[in-house]
């Protein structure tokens, strides 16, 4: 058998260019395994209100007051799971309403958040939800809650970043609310950062996210998240 | 030498197009058209719970929408099928076929499964989507891991079998020896039995939508059972719509290859070696998922 290696070297090219639309095609198909976290499957808007205290006569952060209004889909298999149905009104009857706080009191208690708060690089540590109020509004879940500091966080000078997601991204958080500071007297300013997959720094992130970083990343939900900042002077 | 540099360009090419592309875009926009048709399923339930007319429709359509956009995320089905496509001998209609009762199984299935479950064992919600994440879906990444490595062997074997023939031939010591040196393309896993076939169906179906158990758990609860199990069918066909369209596209990047590789007389080569890339990348996906899986 005689090797041709002109032709050999052209066909090789051929071969070559063929199967790299063909691995391109093939990528393509298997997109979804790029992302293998990145696959919610609950929608939940919403955002935070800041909850200031006096602490030795300077405004300090002691809680946050949580918002999520959950999808339409999402609120009939919470309810369905909880064996909870709504009446006429398409609303919850005060004991299902009783009975769905103090399940989400203790499914709150394992829930790792969908609030991730920081000042700088460190991180504030959040005790589980209290006052929970939960309602139906145009068939959608609203639940709201308070979320109080370990410890009370500094303000004056300060910026403290909230990220608005869950880790896992199961559940798609989005910030739909302007955040307002209640509480003690301070000036103090709230800005929300939509998540934008245009910054440059967010899309080396994303490239990370889709290659082989994935799976081993469990903050996978804070690549997509809409942050929160507060400001106080 | 020619062996090294076919194995060299798909090695090169995966990994040059692993790197090159960024589906960011098309998953978020597969989630936002997932929002709308999942909110659009809970207004034809509701409607369907106070006797709207068209709920019935409404309910499906959305389902069949849904179940399309869904399987745009991650999936064990859809790169099953598309590593098939691509790395077997195995014809378009075959693969369709296998796609589509891939699909309508693991519906069916996430019927049994949450309707026997609340009837017969009184299994709880929470119980059930826990079973499915925890349990079933460890074992069907397994399963299709399983199937990816026995592509990997089937194409390793065939590929080291070709390597022998060309430098029999290339020596000229065997012409007209009388036995066949190397698999013809079309002796390379064609997945025809019917083993095969189950096996490859059964791996798919074992772990099913999230989607559709969420669904078909409302569907119990409020007591519209017969719509939650069609709905969730027509949920099954929506993925098989995309899962077939994987398939197609696959086959038919099969056969630009092949016809590419024809110049260079590698058919074989070009086959058994994607074969085995094909069962590599299948894997080494289903043992990504399961690792995410066993994590949860």
Redesign the interface.
């Known amino acids: 058998?005689t090797?041709n290696k002109k032709?050999?070297r052209r066909?090789?090219a051929?071969?070559?260019?063929?199967?790299?639309?063909?691995?391109?095609?093939?990528?393509?198909?298997?997109?979804?395994?790029?992302?293998?976290?990145?696959?919610?499957?609950a929608?939940v808007d919403g955002g935070v209100d800041f909850v200031l205290t006096q602490q030795d006569g300077q405004p300090v952060l002691s809680a946050l007051h949580v918002t999520w209004l959950l999808?339409?889909?999402?609120?009939?298999?919470m309810?369905?799971?909880a064996?909870i149905?709504l009446n006429q009104d398409?609303n919850l009857s005060e004991p299902d309403r009783s009975a769905f706080v103090k399940q989400m009191h203790e499914w709150l208690g394992s829930f790792a958040g969908s609030t991730h708060v920081s000042v700088g690089s460190e991180s504030k540590p959040l005790r589980r939800a209290e006052n929970i109020v939960v309602d139906i509004v145009e068939?959608r879940l609203k639940i709201t809650f308070d979320r109080a500091f370990a410890s009370p966080v500094k303000v004056v000078g300060e910026k403290i970043d909230v990220g608005f997601y869950e880790q896992t991204y199961f559940y798609?958080y989005s910030v739909t609310q302007s955040a307002r500071v209640r509480g003690a007297e301070a000036q103090c300013e709230t800005q929300t950062i939509p998540f934008n997959?245009e910054l440059p720094a967010l899309?080396a992130s994303?490239?990370k996210?889709?290659?082989e970083e994935?799976?081993e990343d469990?903050d996978v939900g804070r690549l997509f998240a809409d942050w929160i900042v507060l400001q106080c002077a | 030498m020619r062996l090294m540099a076919v194995v060299a360009v798909i090695m090169l090419s995966a990994g040059a197009v692993f790197f090159a592309l960024d589906m960011t875009a098309l998953v978020q926009w597969a989630a936002e058209r997932q929002r709308e048709f999942q909110n659009a399923m809970a207004g034809a339930i509701r409607g369907l719970r106070t006797g709207q007319p068209g709920a019935w429709s409404a309910l499906l359509a959305a389902a069949v929408a849904y179940g399309f956009v869904h399987a745009v995320g991650p999936g064990h089905g859809k790169y099953l099928i598309g590593g098939l496509g691509l790395g077997s001998s195995v014809s378009t209609t075959r693969l369709v076929t296998i796609a589509l009762l891939s699909s309508l199984a693991q519906a069916l299935w996430a019927v049994t499964l949450v309707y026997g479950g609340f009837s017969l064992l009184s299994y709880t919600a929470h119980q059930l989507t826990a079973f499915t994440e925890t349990v079933l879906a460890p074992i069907s990444y397994l399963a299709v891991a399983l199937v990816g490595l026995m592509l990997f062997w089937r194409g390793l074997r065939s590929f080291l079998s070709r390597d022998t023939s060309w430098r029999r031939q290339d020596h000229g010591h065997c012409s007209g020896c009388g036995h066949a040196h190397a698999p013809a393309p079309e002796d390379v896993a064609k997945l025809t039995s019917l083993s095969d076939t189950v096996a490859l169906i059964a791996s798919v179906a074992i772990r099913p939508c999230t989607g559709a158990i969420f669904l078909l758990i409302i569907a119990w609860q409020m007591d519209i059972k017969l719509a939650g199990a069609v709905a969730t069918i027509a949920m099954g066909l929506g993925t098989a719509g995309l899962t077939t369209m994987v398939a197609v596209s696959s086959v038919a990047a099969r056969g630009v290859t092949l016809a590419s590789a024809k110049g260079l007389g590698t058919v074989s080569t070009a086959l058994s070696a994607l074969q085995a890339v094909s069962g590599v990348l299948i894997i080494w996906f289903s043992m990504l998922l399961f690792g995410v899986a066993v994590r949860v």
């Open positions: 058998m090797f032709r050999g066909s090789l051929t071969s070559a260019q063929s199967m790299l639309r063909v691995l391109a095609g093939v990528s393509i198909m298997l997109v979804g395994a790029h992302h293998v976290s990145a696959h919610p499957h929608f999808d339409e889909f999402e609120t009939l298999y309810l369905s799971a064996e149905g398409g068939g798609a997959d899309q994303l490239r996210l889709g290659r994935v799976p469990t």
